[in-house]
């Protein structure tokens, strides 16, 4: 029943995030007076069709996604004179690339959204600083091993530390840089044991990086949920898309490392940082599901705004493959055959099927580990 329910969720998402993508094309195409001849909901043959105006409006039985044809937009179709000035080709560069983006920015906004979802009216999860496990020796360096501070002072498991030198902590970030500020320091810690204060001088050790060190973990399943106010939500969903953003630019370009390359033909093991195929996706989403609803619209928020810049890959037949022949004719002023990238495409198609499909298996015979697992 689990696994049913996980394969309908994963196909409600990548429905809607198919659908939403060529929403997004098709309202561009209208904005900027260019004939939409066909919006179709779903694929395969026709189950109900009917024309409103210039556009053809169908819904199709196999309910995944949906499909938009812009007037003009594929190489091979023939474009009537009277058609030419509302088609694809017919239209200013800008509106041509207006349309191309579109799908992603739909996405790009769908992903801030939940973004801002998540941090005012839902709210994000602060870890507290209660104490998962306590280290019985540090390891610094290859060859250096001291007896952890926290150990050797009597903290245990489950301890909750509320203050360092004084000052209070409420969550786990607030511990660690408290806790980072005093190197080599004795430091007194309060801490609630079975509901009862207690305190406890501690020598905090020195890392390479000169950081005051417990040698403790955080209990990763005792946390409290933070709301920012609805201004500050929206400044941190634009500043989180934008550094999210960054970080899967950096990812896929990973994906066409040697390092992949070796995970993918068995010579090197997966890590956590390996890239994942969609069942991988649909596995992080399950677990963050599982965790807690906060995090798991935080995950779905990333799926969206890994697909928008996954489309914007300049190469044919991604979006921004489109998008680069606009700025490649406007800066040259020369029409390029679209028919003569086509070898292109199938190859990068073959070449990402490819990829996908290993991936996809390894995901399923030797699948990464839950990374909010404590």
């Known amino acids: 029943m689990t696994v049913f329910l996980v394969i309908v969720v994963a196909f409600v998402i990548i429905t809607f995030m198919i659908f939403t993508h060529e929403l997004g094309h098709f309202y561009a195409a209208r904005l900027c007076k260019v004939k939409v001849d066909q919006f179709s909901i779903g694929f395969g043959p026709e189950i109900k069709g009917w024309d409103r105006g210039e556009t053809r409006y169908s819904l199709k039985w196999i309910l995944a996604g949906g499909s938009v044809r812009i007037c003009g937009m594929d190489p091979d179709e023939e474009v009537s004179e009277g058609d030419f000035p509302r088609s694809y080709y017919g239209a200013p560069y800008w509106k041509r690339a207006v349309i191309v983006v579109a799908g992603s920015l739909v996405h790009v906004l769908i992903a801030m959204i939940l973004f801002f979802l998540f941090f005012w009216p839902i709210g994000y999860p602060v870890l507290t600083g209660r104490i998962g496990e306590v280290q019985k020796t540090v390891e610094f360096g290859k060859s250096e091993e001291l007896p952890g501070p926290a150990y050797e002072a009597g903290l245990k498991k489950g301890d909750l530390v509320t203050s360092v ?112 195929s969609v069942v991988g996706a649909v596995q992080l989403s399950y677990y963050a599901a599982a965790q807690n609803f906060s995090i798991f619209v935080f995950m779905i928020a990333q799926l969206f705004l890994f697909l928008a810049i996954f489309n914007l890959i300049p190469l044919p037949p991604f979006d921004g493959g489109h998008l680069l022949v606009i700025i490649v004719e406007k800066l040259f002023h020369k029409e390029i055959d679209l028919k003569k990238l086509a070898p292109v495409a199938w190859a990068v198609i073959v070449i990402l099927s490819v990829v996908a499909l290993r991936l996809a298996l390894l995901d399923l015979f030797n699948p990464l580990g839950n990374p909010f697992a404590p």
């Open 165 to 276: 030198d004084g000052v209070e902590v409420e969550g786990w970030s607030e511990l660690s840089g408290e806790l980072s500020s005093h190197p080599d320091e004795t430091v007194t810690i309060e801490y609630e044991r079975d509901g009862r204060k207690n305190t406890v001088d501690v020598e905090l050790l020195k890392t390479s990086d000169d950081r005051g060190y417990l040698g403790i973990e955080v209990d990763s399943n005792d946390y409290f949920r933070e709301k920012m106010s609805p201004l500050e939500a929206a400044w941190e969903s634009v500043k989180t898309t934008g550094q999210v953003s960054w970080l899967m630019i950096k990812g896929i370009g990973k994906l066409f490392t040697p390092e992949t390359f070796k995970v993918l033909i068995g010579l090197e093991e997966r890590t956590e940082e390996s890239p994942r």
